[in-house]
């Protein structure tokens, strides 16, 4: 029953979540979850860009079975099949020569800053500063917390891991000031989805590239939430038309098995040497599993031109929406199939919790934007289902 489950999570849990959506989830496939009571939910946010497949998509369940009754743990004293194959996968798909294995998006995005510090290490040069954006989103771990361009993710945990400073993002004058010669890096999201949905524009993503080659400073892109497709191109780097030397990648890259990766140019990746960087868990036999078989749907079941294509429809249907309700959507931020509907602030919450009781799954970002990351095999159906709820919900506040 949930009134149990959620007495004991307030009797034995870290309350680091506050009070939860007063659900508790059984099961799954596609695009529905089915709640303990029976009720049937649609999730538009797939675990927060994370169940690209939705849930248990057969080739991900098959995957998984058939690795779990073989092996599911060696070690990174030994050659690891799966590993090697994902690390193919990613690199014959984008503009990396290698890829590192990790846990997750805040394991991987530290993985990139330890990769720039040693790359200039290296070559005996004292390069160590790194600049990320205001708005930004990169972990919760002390140096992801560092470069997340949030005060109040910050607050509590100062003194910070010194050398991360942040700028406003779409400047590239913000940039040129804040550069040093001890800048190593500037890492960004192209998309920044935490925040709720903002692209930077092109110009400046071309400009930074420009600017980094320029001055010797690497390119590092978070692609955790943006990777895997959801935005139309296997990576937002090349929905942007740029290559960053460094890019990270997680959430979606499992299908819902922890895994992250790293991946950088050669010259850079040549900068960790045996001894250099490592983990227990990282890309081991079963995570990778997943990675190949999400990789595999993704390329059979032509996943990214879906995201295009739904992508969108998306976006018409909510701009139809906005045109219909325009005294309550502010503005429509879509990329392929990560989207932000942001609302009026006083409305917004009212919006969030109506879809909620919609049985729709979303997220309320900074308290006013609706942000939806459906899985990539998503249908113009339920799409539709989408918008007619959110239609719904516009009307009733
Ligand atoms: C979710 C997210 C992270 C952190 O990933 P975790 O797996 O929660 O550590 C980092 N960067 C971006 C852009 C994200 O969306």
Request: with cysteine; hydrophobic share 40%.
């Amino acid at each position: 029953m949930l009134e149990d489950i959620i007495a004991l999570d307030k009797k034995y849990y870290m309350n680091t979540f506050g009070e939860r959506l007063p659900v508790c989830f059984d099961r799954g496939e596609g695009i529905k979850l089915y709640a303990d009571n029976g009720d049937v939910y649609y999730d538009f946010l797939g675990g927060i860009a994370v169940n690209a497949l939705g849930h248990s998509h057969p080739r991900l369940v098959n995957a998984l079975k058939t690795q779990v009754e073989k092996l599911i743990h060696t070690s990174s004293l030994y050659y690891i099949e799966n590993q090697a194959r994902l690390a193919q996968k990613l690199v014959e798909n984008s503009c990396a020569d290698k890829a590192f294995f990790c846990n997750s998006g805040a394991e991987a995005n530290e993985g990139a800053f330890k990769l720039a510090k040693i790359y200039f290490y290296k070559k005996g040069m004292e390069k160590y500063e790194i600049i990320s954006l205001d708005h930004s989103f990169h972990g919760r771990t002390l140096a992801t917390v560092a470069a997340t361009g949030q005060p109040h993710y910050q607050a509590p945990y100062k003194p910070l891991t010194p050398g991360f400073k942040q700028i406003r993002p779409n400047s590239l004058e913000a940039v040129s000031e804040a550069v040093t010669d001890k800048t190593a890096a500037i890492m960004i999201e192209l998309i920044q989805g935490e925040s709720g949905v903002h692209p930077m524009d092109v110009e400046y993503a071309k400009g930074l590239r420009k600017l980094c080659d320029e001055k010797g400073i690497l390119l590092i892109i978070d692609e955790v939430q943006t990777g895997m497709g959801r935005t139309g191109k296997l990576f937002a780097h090349q929905l942007y038309g740029i290559e960053p030397d460094i890019f990270t990648c997680a959430k979606a890259l499992g299908g819902g098995v922890p895994i992250g990766a790293v991946c950088a140019k050669a010259e850079v990746a040549a900068a960790f040497e045996p001894g250099d960087h490592g983990t227990t868990f990282g890309g081991n036999p079963l995570a990778t599993a997943a990675g190949l078989a999400v990789f595999e749907a993704i390329e059979e079941e032509h996943l990214v031109e879906n995201a295009r294509s739904m992508g969108r429809i998306f976006e018409e249907r909510l701009n139809e929406l906005s045109k219909k309700h325009r005294d309550k959507i502010v503005d429509v931020r879509c990329a392929g199939l990560l989207v932000g509907v942001e609302l009026k602030p006083e409305i917004a919450k009212g919006v969030f919790d109506r879809l909620f009781k919609k049985k729709i799954l979303a997220s309320l970002c900074k308290g006013l934007t609706i942000r939806i990351a459906p899985p990539l095999n998503i249908t113009a159906d339920e799409i539709d289902l989408f918008i007619s709820a959110l239609d719904e919900a516009l009307s009733e506040v």
